[in-house]
């Protein structure tokens, strides 16, 4: 796959912004309420959030098409209990066209599951679902982990007709929280946010796609850039 390669500097960039040098995806998601909205930022284990972000990058298993990468995560007593913290899927699923340097639309499609709960990406939005917020039910004896939420969704790669195509592709996604019975307190729903999923690509054209996702798609592009995009999304992948 041929990709209009970045500069070293922006390279660079991409792997400070979370992506990781030797292994290009991210492993969390990390999520905090900031002046009461879900908020997006790259999160390292053991070290808590780094920065804010909105672009992720994700690989998928080369034989399974299977990833549980990106799970979310926040340190214990970012959320109000007991609540639930879910997604939505805001667009279909977009695959990199590296002749025309841009995202159109694919005949494939992800499954994200979590238990017995899935949902698929189809044309335009889909509801999605929820899982718990770490409490005193859930952890009864572990109180640092009540108000944090750590699920690693499963996200599924699907072609028409069974195995999917080699490719990078595109997933646009909003976090929600959802209170329980007794909580009085509510989050806005998090800005979009996107992960760039590869299948069999160069850990490089990962990144410098998931860049050109942050320099032509976040934050929203102008009135001419959105409609661009909105055209070519109706041009089917060349095969």
Do not use: C
Not at 112 to 141: K, L, M, Q, Y
Not at 208 to 223: E, H, K, L, Y
């Amino acid at each position: 796959m041929s990709i209009k390669r970045l500069t070293s500097l922006s390279i660079l960039a991409a792997i400070a912004s979370g992506a990781a040098a030797t292994a290009a995806a991210d492993r969390h998601i990390g999520i905090d309420a900031v002046d009461g909205r879900l908020t997006t930022f790259n999160y390292q284990s053991g070290v808590g959030y780094l920065n804010t972000q909105r672009v992720f990058t994700n690989i998928f298993d080369a034989d399974l098409f299977f990833t549980d990468d990106n799970g979310t995560n926040m340190p214990g007593g970012t959320l109000a209990t007991p609540g639930a913290v879910g997604f939505n899927i805001l667009g279909s699923l977009l695959v990199w066209d590296s002749g025309l340097q841009n995202f159109v639309s694919t005949d494939h499609t992800i499954n994200i599951s979590a238990g017995p709960a899935s949902v698929d990406t189809a044309d335009g939005f889909v509801a999605g679902f929820g899982t718990n917020v770490r409490d005193e039910i859930s952890h009864p004896d572990n109180s640092a982990q009540w108000g944090r939420h750590h699920t690693h969704f499963g996200y599924t790669l699907n072609g028409p007709e069974g195995t999917p195509s080699d490719g990078i592709y595109l997933l646009n996604l909003e976090w929600w929280y959802e209170a329980g019975d007794g909580n009085p307190v509510s989050y806005d729903t998090s800005l979009p946010f996107w992960t760039v999923f590869g299948l069999n690509v160069d850990d490089t054209d990962l990144l410098n796609t998931a860049q050109w996702v942050r320099d032509n798609v976040v934050p929203a592009p102008g009135a001419a850039a959105i409609l661009g995009l909105a055209a070519l999304a109706g041009v089917r992948r060349r095969r």
